[in-house]
């Protein structure tokens, strides 16, 4: 079975970084872009970040450019999201997902759109408060 695993939420004060990570199980990444999505009570879930296949490309909501960093180490099978100077809106449920799609470094590799998502992973809480 296809999943992810995603880990290393918590609460922090505005201001701190957080690290979140997902490991894939039931399948390898590397031939897929992996995407961070998130979801803040009453809220949609949005697209935070993505990254390709070979880690070229990459993309970030405008709301977190400058601050997050998407990165992949294929050979652990694992992503990451490195987050930095967090802000208090930055409190949502972080979710990892692929889409599964061959696309390589190319346009199409990202951003993934969230109804073209073939696998989610159980979310992460982060809580940015003082």
């Known amino acids: 079975q296809m999943q992810f695993v995603a880990s290393g939420g918590g609460l922090v004060q505005p201001g701190e970084s957080l690290r979140v990570s997902c490991d894939a199980s039931?399948?390898?990444?590397?031939?897929?872009?992996i995407g961070w999505f998130r979801q803040a009570p009453g809220k949609e879930r949005e697209g935070v970040s993505c990254i390709s296949s070979s880690g070229l490309s990459t993309y970030y909501a405008d709301s977190v450019k400058g601050r997050f960093i998407i990165s992949r180490d294929n050979a652990k099978n694992t992503a990451y999201l490195q987050m930095n100077s967090l802000k208090p809106e930055d409190t949502a449920v972080y979710y990892c997902a692929t889409d599964l799609g061959i696309h390589g470094d190319s346009r199409w590799a990202c951003p993934l759109r969230r109804e073209s998502v073939e696998v989610w992973g159980q979310g992460t809480l982060v809580t940015v408060s003082s």
């Open positions: 039931g399948f390898t990444l590397d031939r897929y872009s």
